[in-house]
């Protein structure tokens, strides 16, 4: 890769979160124009990545990349094979659009370019996911992923459904993104790479290392949220809450297959062991099947839709899985199809909803008429979906049935779990593309008519490019297809599947779901109470057990606070100068390591002496003073006469830091005291002073025997001789307490004063809500 | 205390802290003092001003919200951290000049500004924290 292309690609990995800082500012310049120039960035990157297009279906690799972190090994590094490519081309090219659909769907919204932002952001995200060549550089984007999500679900933060939805996405995927992080660390502890492009040779390492039921079980923990599969599915339809660009776009193309890429990635050197063969297709099958189920519940159009996209992403990860000849064949070609017609399917439902103002089935009926060009995109879309020649998705279906049909209990499990989901997604398809558009015209809220060019181009054109790569499938197996299942396997494959049908099993199959779905499509109301029925009858749900948890989790949180923040300072103040008294006297105690006692210096001058005498004498008449003001002054004598030992041991600097301590404490606690209208005397009894009393004396003399076991050990002057030679020879300067503060350690420093600032804003608020003034 | 010598001595005592407090600071690299005693020193003289005066002078005085002059301190000894990036070194690197004026050589480096940095904070979070305790009715 020569360097021009690499800081292309960079940029290309940059423009989104550019796109993202303009897209505000061109909203409010534009209005709902903005979607024109900003979906130039989206296909800009779409471009830039189908030049890789002829290199990559050659077989090669591209990797690039720059050192981020050379001390740790920390690179920002990209590896784009066929399976990166087909999810980057998918994700800019649908994101084009995707942006172009919402430029017409929001239309005159206040926050539009807020929208548009989000969405470039989250665009940037997915982008950086499935080119990642590190593992930190992955997780870093895979939880970017989860939190422009989280903006985009909450989108319409001001209806609880919206955050709830947004909350519930955020928690799922970022938590699983957890499981992955700790994943990601197992395989570079056991492999010693941290790049994808290097793991590839360590299959057999991978596999047959003690940690890799470890490493699948977090991997997948990472994996599953992210692509919703059971019984982690629940997120996905409740994210339809969000408005439908971004249902249309996390749900086909982006965000739920991140997962499924996950996999796809790993499958080369984790995969074709029994626990992948197994864990993989049982999850996967048992998604397919209660997505399908659930979907058929449903009458609102973007959740049947939802939940066939679960349906769908089990297909995937069973079909990663399976192990067979041509499942990974059969995956590459569902992936790829499914994202055009899902897609385009979303974008219909949003368009039916943006023009009739529902999406409720029961209620819409004979718009065929009013909106003649959403319904042919939505027959296009449906007929790929479907699974019917020529379109793409029938060689999908073919692939799949070819892959998973068989003898065996194993085959025949699964292909007729296959055949039971496509034949519901084949009903739900038609349910969505037929039923409001057929029949007669019913009352919709808004006057139904055909939407502007900006929310049908993007549903028309990923209809219709199911169409031609249904069509011409030969050149896109070679320039997508093959790369694409090649990269998922890890060995060169061949896809030869065509439009044409032919008699086979794989065809019978296919006949025998087509069969299917129309009978559930005619009887749908039926089959839509006896899935109703069925839910009923098992009530809990993970939707549920997620409420359940999170209350019990808040309950349990506010438990613990109660009993830790009683809100009294008094048992703040007894816990941790107890807490203090016994770490300091407990482990001498414990292992007999006391201090030997000290000799009394010989010679040593008078003024010493005197000083010691007066800090002495200043305890005593903290003690002794029964007003509060004269105590806080006297305990000022004391540290005044610790600044005066300090300064006579040579310490000047911190001897009048100590004098402006001694003075502003003195000053501030008077003010506190004014402040808080404390009663000048001490009102506690006697049987509460002796406790009290009895915790500082511990302390103090738990200080004291600490610094006299500090002063009686060897000293290590090597960091002193260090800061005495090098103070200043490197830092300039004569000053060595200083040169360390501002120079040798200026970092700590950085974060002291950070921490002084954010104290003296807690303070000033602490200070405001006593008013009883709530700060804004 | 508020006595009428107090009240009439006060301004010159809080300006020569003031003026002392700076000295203290730009002395720091070389003799005792730098950005934190600095810092607490000109606390020390608002603190006398607010007493004699009252805080609604000193706020005058300040002119900015002493949290708003924290803030600018950490700013700038951040400023002061990532100017090394420029350079090509390290994170806080101290960077040196050594411009001529009116024929006296003086030395200015990013250290300096990180130090100016840290008295700022200092000066802020304290001044606003002892203002905001004495005032008895506005922030």
Known sequence: MTADTMGLTFLAFCLPFLGALIAPALTRLLGHHAAWPLALVPLAVFFHFLGFNAEIARGEIVTGGYAWVPSYNVSFSWLIDGLSLAFLLLISGIGALIVLYSGGYLKGHPHQGRFFSFILMFMGSMLGVVASDSFLMLFVFWELTSITSFLLIGFDHAREASRRAALQALIVTGGGGLFLLAGLLLIWDVTGVTQFSLLMSFGPELRTSPFYLAILFLVLGGAFTKSAQFPFHFWLPNAMEAPTPVSAYLHSATMVKAGVYLLMRLNPVMGATPAWETILPAIGGLTLLVGAVLAIRQTDLKLMLAYTTVASLGMLVMLTGFGSEHAIAAAALYLVAHSLFKGALFMVAGLIDHETGTRDITRLGGLRRAMPVTFLAALLAALSMGGLPPFFGFLAKEEIYAALAG????QVAFTAAAVIGNGLMFAVAFAVALKPFLGAPTQTPKHAHEGPALLWIGPMLLAVTGLVIGLFSAVAHVLLTMPLASAISGAPQTITISAMPHLSLAFGLSLLTV?????????????????NRLVEDIGWGPDRGFDQGMTGLVRAASAISRLVQPGRMETYMTATFTVIALALIVPPALYGEWPRLPVWPAGMPFHELAVMVLAAVGIAAVLMANNRL????????????????????????????????????????????????????????????????????????????????????????????????????????????????????????LGEIAVVMVTGLAILSIIRIRKGRVSP | MNTLIFRTVAPFLTALMALFSIFVLLRGHNEPGGGFIGGLIAVSALAIFGIANGISAVRRALWFHPMAISAFGLFIACLAGLMSAAFGVPFMTGLWVYPVVLGVEIPLSSVMLFDIGVYLVVVGAITSIALALEAGDDT
Do not use: W
């Open chain 1, 407 to 410: 003898g065996s209990l194993r």
């Open chain 1, 630 to 749: 004269t105590a806080i002054v006297a305990l000022g004598i004391q540290g005044f006469c610790v600044a005066l030992l300090f300064l006579l041991f040579g310490a000047p600097d911190l001897a009048f830091t100590q004098f402006m301590i001694e003075t502003l404490s003195v000053v501030i606690l008077a003010l506190v005291m004014t402040r808080l209208k404390l009663t000048p005397r001490d009102p506690r009894p006697l049987r509460e002073k002796i406790p009290d009393g009895a915790i500082a004396v511990a302390c103090g003399l738990g200080f004291a025997l600490y610094l006299l076991k500090v002063t009686q050990g060897r000293f290590d002057t090597a960091l002193s001789d260090f800061f005495n030679l090098y103070s200043k020879t490197i830092a300039h300067g004569a000053n060595v307490v200083n040169v360390i503060i501002v120079d040798f350690r200026g970092t700590d420093t």
């Open chain 1, 515 to 531: 069969a299917f779905g129309v009978g559930v499509f005619l009887m749908l109301d039926r089959a839509r109470a006896a899935a």
